[in-house]
């Protein structure tokens, strides 16, 4: 019964409620293939990415690991350059998946942007004037 019960999808053997077999991901053989697949044809899927990026007309920091090694730095650092206003965060030793690399260092850039935006937003809103006391945290 018990194997039968596992079978049917409603428990593991544990006890805990078996995810449904149309919500598991893929197999890794066709996960593989299809990552692969993307890696041969990288450079003609980040055109359209790289074409939209001077059309982005709000603060923007782009965060890079220069051990990426699926873009190199080098496009890091001419992608700051395409998006007016950007600014680069380098995150040395981290490769392309930086919030699981290094969460804190992301959560600290975008938390500096979060503080220059709403600086700017306050000194615009007093007229540009500076002098003004702003604590944002």
């Known amino acids: 019964a018990r194997g039968s019960r596992a079978r049917a999808g409603t428990r593991s053997p544990r006890g805990r409620a078996r995810t449904p077999a149309a919500a598991r991901p ?3 053989t066709s996960t593989r293939r ?5 890696l041969r044809h990288l450079s003609e899927l980040y055109a ?4 939209t990026l001077t059309t ?3 603060p923007c920091t782009v965060i ?4 990426d090694p699926f873009f190199p730095i080098a496009i890091g ?8 206003g950007a600014a680069l965060v380098r995150l040395p ?3 392309h ?4 690399e290094d969460p804190a260092a992301v959560a600290g850039a975008v938390m500096s942007l979060i503080r220059s935006t709403a600086r700017r937003e306050v000194l615009a809103g007093a007229g540009g004037r500076s002098g003004r006391t702003v604590n944002v945290r």
């Not at 890079?64 to 051990?67: F, N, S, V």
């Open 77 to 84: 650092e001419r992608t700051p350059s395409s998006i007016p």
């Open 97 to 100: 998946f930086l919030p699981e």
């Open 26 to 28: 893929r197999s890794s």
């Open 56 to 58: 982005i007309q709000v």
């Open 34 to 38: 299809v990552f692969q697949s993307s």
């Open 93 to 95: 030793g981290c490769g």
């Open 48 to 51: 359209p990415v790289q074409a």
């Open 64 to 67: 890079w690991g220069d051990g």
